[in-house]
């Protein structure tokens, strides 16, 4: 028992990743290709992954979305957990990096559950919600620009059905949103989102310490 977080050293890490998840071989390649990249931090860490397979899941999730998609390691980790009929709709802003994703989501079989949007990424929320999509969703994932997160978190939660799931990564932005001092762009972007999050009565809340910081809200009925 303990009445706070156990920290990781890189041992202890090491031993996570070797005995407390099932990596599938072509996500463990990915993470591999994406670590020899320049901006190879933007990648969640394979816990991650396998805590949001998880909750795929537990809430029988069918209809996804990923707002922020780099290099497809997390999108692959959930189409993986999805059913055969499962879809989700990843997206992103580069061609580039997503061009891997492709090659990837192929290698692993998964390419036709996945549907890529390349552009705004709060345009494309609202497209859907446009096209009649609000409450049709049971779980987003947030990784991207820090500063818009509020308004995909907005977007999102009309999205999402009652009960639904969204999740926000990075969200301790490596310790920097406990330090008054640090009052950088991102920095100050997360503080106010996660101050906006907690006091948002349309949602039951966890702050979950792993990877970077990750924040699990529940749409309530």
């Not at 994406?34 to 909750?55: K, N, Y």
């Not at 997503?98 to 559950?113: C, N, P, Y």
Request: proline share 3%; glycine share 8%.
């Amino acid at each position: 028992m303990s009445r706070t977080t156990l920290q990781m050293d890189t041992r202890l890490l090491a031993y996570l990743r070797e005995t407390g998840l099932r990596e599938s071989p072509v996500l463990a390649a990915l993470r591999e290709r994406t670590a020899a990249m320049p901006m190879a931090r933007m990648q969640i860490a394979p816990e991650q992954g396998a805590l949001l397979a998880l909750l795929l899941r537990l809430i029988g999730a069918r209809r996804c979305i990923e707002v922020g998609t780099f290099t497809g390691y997390s999108a692959l980790a959930c189409a993986e957990a999805l059913p055969a009929d499962g879809r989700l709709v990843a997206l992103d802003i580069s061609e580039e990096w997503t061009r891997i994703a492709r090659e990837f989501w192929q290698r692993a079989g998964v390419a036709e559950r996945i549907e890529l949007r390349l552009g705004d990424a709060a345009e494309s929320l609202q497209a859907m919600l446009a096209a009649g999509e609000a409450g049709r969703y049971d779980f987003i994932f947030v990784d991207a620009d820090k500063a818009g997160y509020r308004r995909y978190a907005e977007l999102g939660l009309e999205l999402l059905r009652p009960g639904g799931l969204l999740a926000f990564d990075n969200v301790l932005w490596g310790g920097s949103v406990a330090d008054p001092e640090n009052q950088g762009d991102d920095t100050v972007a997360l503080r106010a989102f996660n101050r906006w999050l907690h006091a948002c009565e349309r949602v039951d809340l966890a702050m979950l310490p792993i990877g970077d910081g990750l924040s699990l809200a529940r749409k309530r009925n």
